[in-house]
């Protein structure tokens, strides 16, 4: 049974503020524990009024300290963005609060615009130093050395396992070269999913984390009761990409009945060739779909973004993909 985990984007919506998303994202996270998910993860975004987790380590602390179980973690860490030193400090901080629950997932890419880079007082020339970043975040979460200088307190010998992101083949290449697992994010950039994978396989290398490639795939589901119902709720994803071509990220909409009087032709052609790889759908449907992305890719495990407007349908969403997939605990098992 391949694992399945889940991405939260921690929308803002139209009827919620900022803390009521970061409550969402919490209360999903309890649920997902109860429905067999393995992990949640959440991403770092700048300057977008409708996603509430641009403080990640903040944000995971918040949801880990409502769960007990799920393991937690950033996916990703733009590490562009800041110094390795002090992520290795958050993310050991995270490590020492809950035990063998953490992930770090690392990204090279701004997560903002060009001008947001500029606040952050980072320049787009350091996402070159990535590989390097990568191996100075690793290094301070190691035991530190009996005359190690600099220690990263208190995350020196957490070992936080790490996780390179990507969607394209540069980061195949590079956790492949480290040996480290790979998540590729195929729910917004799905053109390049098989070739990183093939790249990433081929060339792996063990490492102390880990012997053997070990591959993530990012998939957008909806699910509900019937294929027409799950392709409304679809809509609001579909605006939201509409709005980013527009340049208008807004907050997250309620679905609409009909999503062609809202995008032009070109926005459509745009949205959807992102969005080619969504699973959206009765369970017969998702079952189905989840069935042939694993066959196709092999994936060791899905991560899924499921960008429904209402928290409570949402969560019906995640519950119906956990029954499709089979990981639902008997126990919790739909009838």
């Not at 919506?13 to 996270?29: S, Y």
């Not at 991403?43 to 641009?54: F, L, R, V, W």
């Amino acid at each position: 049974m391949t694992a399945l985990s889940i991405l939260d984007l921690v929308r803002v919506t139209e009827n919620t503020d900022a803390r009521g998303a970061l409550d969402n994202a919490r209360d999903l996270a309890a649920h997902a524990e109860n429905w067999g998910y393995r992990r949640i993860w959440v991403a770092e975004h700048h300057n977008m009024p409708g996603i509430a987790s641009a403080a990640t380590s903040v944000v995971l602390g918040h949801i880990a300290a409502g769960t007990k179980t799920i393991r937690v973690g950033a996916g990703g860490i733009m590490l562009p963005n800041h110094a390795p030193y002090v992520i290795a400090e958050q993310f050991g901080t995270l490590a020492r609060l809950f035990p063998g629950r953490i992930d770090l997932g690392l990204g090279r890419a701004p997560g903002t615009d060009q001008l947001t880079l500029r606040a952050l007082r980072r320049t787009p020339e350091a996402a070159e130093n990535f590989p390097q970043d990568v191996l100075e975040v690793q290094a301070f979460l190691a035991p530190a050395g009996p005359n190690q200088r600099i220690q990263a307190v208190p995350a020196a010998g957490t070992e936080v396992p790490l996780w390179i992101l990507g969607s394209s083949n540069f980061g195949a290449m590079l956790a492949a070269e480290l040996g480290l697992p790979y998540a590729f994010a195929s729910h917004f950039a799905p053109e390049l999913l098989i070739p990183a994978l093939e790249i990433y396989r081929s060339r792996f290398k063990p490492s102390e984390q880990l012997d053997r490639p070990y591959a993530m795939v990012g998939v957008n589901i909806i699910a509900a009761t019937s294929d027409d119902e799950a392709r409304r709720l679809a809509t609001t994803q579909q605006m939201s990409f509409a709005n980013i071509f527009r340049g208008a990220r807004g907050l997250s909409q309620p679905p609409i009945d009909d999503i062609e009087s809202y995008w032009s032709p070109t926005e459509k052609t745009q949205a959807m060739r992102m969005l080619a790889r969504s699973i959206v759908g009765s369970p017969d449907t998702v079952r189905a779909g989840i069935d042939a992305l694993v066959t196709e890719t092999g994936a060791d495990e899905l991560i899924v973004v499921s960008d429904v407007y209402d928290h409570a349908t949402r969560l019906r969403s995640f519950e119906l993909i956990a029954n499709a997939a089979g990981i639902l605990p008997s126990s919790s098992r739909l009838a």
